[in-house]
T-cell receptor
């Protein structure tokens, strides 16, 4: 079967750093994507890791370890607007078809 | 502005009726996708299309149908055979190839009573 595991909820304070982990077990693997979704809104793309290592985009970074079937999203200098759900998604093949995790609800407190 | 539009934002139907959700994109993307999202859950793939006049079933295709007659349009029909159709439906598009990036529309929230 195919599965992605993420923590269901994470809470942090403004200005802090938070890490959201994702472990996966899939029949095919090209890379790992991360998406943000505010309540009632559309998911928006944050990052993609096709190779092992760290990818940095502003306050957000994403890491992948293929050998451990593990990745994480790191959010720095947290802001209230970062309160949202974050989904990891496995790219299983060259078709750009994604398999999504169940999401992590991040609550940023003042 | 380029993007994906879905209409309507909210849709109410009686049980036993088929309903068609609209999805249009002007991003010139070849690939389009339909997802279903239930409260507190991730996105589950219903159908996807890599090219005009071709589409494949996703993980939960039963009770749904699609067509892809134009590159810009990928309508989803929720049939009366779908046992639990009330959900948030999201359409997405992407360029071909493995970039891991999909562009999503604003979604249609369907309620069937």
């Amino acid at each position: 079967g195919q599965s992605l595991e993420q923590p269901s909820e994470v809470t942090a304070v403004e200005g802090a750093i938070v890490q959201i982990n994702c472990t996966y077990q899939t029949s095919g693997f090209y890379g790992l994507s991360w998406y943000q979704q505010h309540d009632g809104g559309a998911p928006t793309f944050l990052s993609y890791n096709g190779l092992d290592g760290l990818e940095e985009t502003g306050r957000f970074s994403s890491f992948l370890s293929r050998s451990d079937s593990y990745g994480y999203l790191l959010l720095q200098e947290l802001q209230m607007k970062d309160s949202a759900s974050y989904f990891c998604a496995v790219l299983g093949g060259a078709t750009n078809k994604l398999i999504f995790g169940t999401g992590t609800l991040l609550a940023v407190q003042p | 502005d380029g993007g994906i539009t879905q209409s309507p934002k909210y849709l109410f139907r009686k049980e036993g009726q088929n309903v068609t959700l609209s999805c249009e994109q002007n991003l010139n993307h070849d690939a389009m996708y339909w997802y279903r999202q239930d409260p507190g859950q991730g996105l589950r793939l219903i159908y996807y299309s890599q090219i005009v006049n071709d589409f494949q079933k996703g993980d939960i295709a039963e009770g749904y149908s699609v067509s892809r007659e134009k590159k810009e349009s990928f309508p989803l029909t929720v049939t009366s055979a779908q046992k639990n159709p009330t959900a948030f439906y999201l359409c997405a598009s992407s360029n071909p190839g493995g970039s891991g990036e999909q562009y999503f529309g604003p979604g249609t929230r369907l309620t069937v009573t």
